[in-house]
């Protein structure tokens, strides 16, 4: 699927992020990978993300609904059900054509339900990225990340694949996830990276850096797992707190301090329900005083200290990416 949306008017649209210069997203994406397992198996970061979704007409119905409640950002991964993920979206979104852009994951083997392995061997990663290619139903990946970096290759080896796919025009702009600022300094040596996705909501601060970095240098930050909102989540909290100031529900409240954080970053939340994904797309609406997002920054810088070794961990499992 490629997605040549591009107007002159969304550089004037602050909801609108044009990744890698080009692409054109709204500022609230939707992230598929709970789409998957039936409803008996394990959730939240015990989930396995292992088969397809047991109600795959629903799943389908929900993929649309997201576009016309205005998503045109897609993420999904081969490791997501064993492909089975990109098969949906394949599926679901082949009436909207270039209304819409999916970016897909690669380098990640999945051994068993509760293994994710990475694995960067350049053959492998350009062998992943056919098969990805055949199970979108496209000729060119909008958006292609490397799932996580493989400490057992060099960094110039896993990125040189992704850019010889980009230079045959089989992918249009490139991603990483889960990196630091040094392996993305790195990374950029070999390719332009347009994209990173991180573990990074108002309980888990730890890729501020990286958010800063990618601000200056014009990249999209994508956070996954973005409405979490650890300690300060109840209804006594501050987030709550603002929230009732700002009109707005708590989860939108958190994805509009992501929003405020810099106009780059675009939340990829995910759910299976309608009113909830409803919900986040209402949060481009929210506008959060200077005041108010101050207060919530500092929450967050606290909520770092209390949440490190629980996000550390769910990102290392691989629930939310």
């Given at each position: ?17 044009h990744i890698g210069g080009d692409l054109p997203v709204r500022r609230i994406g939707y992230g598929t990978m709970r789409l998957a ?135 249009r702009h490139i991603g990483l996830s889960e990196v630091t600022v040094e392996q993305l300094v790195e990374a950029g040596r070999t ?93 481009l609406e929210v506008k959060l005083s200077d005041e108010q997002f101050a207060l919530l920054s500092e929450v967050g810088t606290e ?19």
């Amino acid at each position: 699927m490629t997605n040549d949306m591009a107007h002159h008017g969304d550089r004037l649209d602050t909801n609108v992020f044009h990744i890698g210069g080009d692409l054109p997203v709204r500022r609230i994406g939707y992230g598929t990978m709970r789409l998957a397992d039936g409803p008996g198996d394990p959730r939240g970061p015990e989930a396995r993300i292992w088969t397809g979704p047991a109600d795959r007409p629903a799943a389908l119905r929900l993929l649309r609904t997201a576009v016309e409640a205005g998503v045109n950002l897609f993420d999904t991964a081969d490791a997501y059900a064993l492909g089975a993920g990109e098969e949906l979206l394949a599926e679901a979104l082949r009436p909207y054509g270039d209304e819409v852009a999916v970016a897909t994951k690669v380098g990640n083997l999945r051994p068993s339900p509760t293994e994710w392995v990475p694995l960067g061997h350049p053959a492998y990663l350009r062998q992943q990225t056919e098969l990805s290619l055949r199970r979108l139903r496209t000729e060119r990946i909008d958006l292609l990340y490397l799932h996580r970096l493989d400490e057992n290759y060099p960094v110039a080896e896993q990125l040189g694949a992704l850019k010889r796919l980009q230079e045959e025009g089989k992918v249009r702009h490139i991603g990483l996830s889960e990196v630091t600022v040094e392996q993305l300094v790195e990374a950029g040596r070999t390719a332009p990276v347009a994209a990173v996705q991180n573990l990074y909501n108002l309980a888990e601060r730890g890729h501020d850096p990286v958010v800063d970095h990618t601000a200056r240098h014009g990249i999209a930050f994508v956070p996954f797992f973005p409405v979490a909102m650890g300690a300060h989540a109840g209804p006594d909290g501050p987030v709550a707190r603002v929230a009732r100031e700002a009109g707005a529900t708590p989860a939108q409240t958190a994805l509009a301090w992501l929003l405020r954080r810099g106009p780059h970053v675009v939340p990829i939340p995910g759910t299976t329900s309608e009113h909830h994904l409803k919900e986040n797309m209402g949060a481009l609406e929210v506008k959060l005083s200077d005041e108010q997002f101050a207060l919530l920054s500092e929450v967050g810088t606290e909520a770092e200290t209390e949440a490190e070794t629980g996000a550390q961990a769910q990102a290392d499992t691989e629930t939310g990416s």
